[in-house]
């Protein structure tokens, strides 16, 4: 039974790591975003074949953090799905003007990461979640370079879905329409960082692209 079980890999920055617990206490786990979310709904509408949910996101990552780790952190699971967010922290190290971001290395090791993903777990599905960002609080000050920089990451992760032939789960303009009907902070509380709402938002446009395809959760 163990062996058949389906592994769902979330990997990403602080908006996945979401506290995540680094023992093997179930209460604590997948953490406390999107993540907990959508294994609490998958988890129980299909109880009976057990999927097993692993929540690898680091807060503060970049898309070369997830790659120097990827050995471990990707490959040695054998995971049957892989879900990737990432993007903000490579655009706020360029927009602070910190020594990380001094060139940005978004598209070329996103490319390189899927690659090898390709080519190691070939039979591997897929799902890239688009970055996201509102305007308030982290970003206001920045806005103009802030919404730039993740719109033009967020065309990147739209082509390499095509070209890898993956998922793309769209989510910058359902945090636009949302912040349209209240405001932004009640989604995004800083800007950056889903409140528990937002955190609701983001894994339902995630499931509603992933159990809508071939690569459905059963």
């Not at 692993?54 to 040695?76: Q, T």
């Not at 360029?94 to 996103?110: C, K, S, V």
């Not at 009907?181 to 509603?208: I, S």
């Amino acid at each position: 039974m163990e062996n058949q079980r389906t592994t769902i890999l979330f990997q990403g920055d602080s908006i996945t790591d979401g506290n995540w617990g680094r023992n093997q206490d179930p209460n604590h786990i997948l953490g406390h975003g999107y993540v907990y979310l959508i294994a609490a709904q998958l988890g129980l509408e299909f109880a009976q074949s057990q999927p097993l949910f692993i929540n690898r996101g680091v807060s503060g990552n970049r898309v070369s953090d997830l790659y120097a780790r990827w050995n471990e952190d990707a490959f040695s699971l054998k995971p049957d799905l892989i879900s990737i967010l990432a993007g903000v922290n490579d655009a706020g190290r360029i927009i602070q003007g910190q020594p990380e971001g001094a060139t940005d290395r978004f598209e070329r090791i996103y490319r390189q990461l899927l690659s090898e993903t390709r080519e190691v777990l070939p039979e591997t599905g897929l799902v890239l979640c688009e970055p996201f960002v509102l305007q308030t609080a982290a970003t206001a000050n920045e806005w103009d370079r802030w919404r730039s920089k993740i719109d033009e990451y967020g065309s990147i992760v739209r082509q390499l879905a095509k070209e890898y032939h993956t998922l793309f789960v769209p989510l910058q303009e359902v945090f636009n329409q949302a912040a349209q009907k209240v405001t932004a902070e009640y989604w995004l509380w800083d800007g950056v960082h889903p409140t528990a709402a937002g955190h609701q938002l983001l894994a339902r446009e995630w499931l509603k692209t992933v159990q809508q395809s071939e690569l459905a959760i059963r």
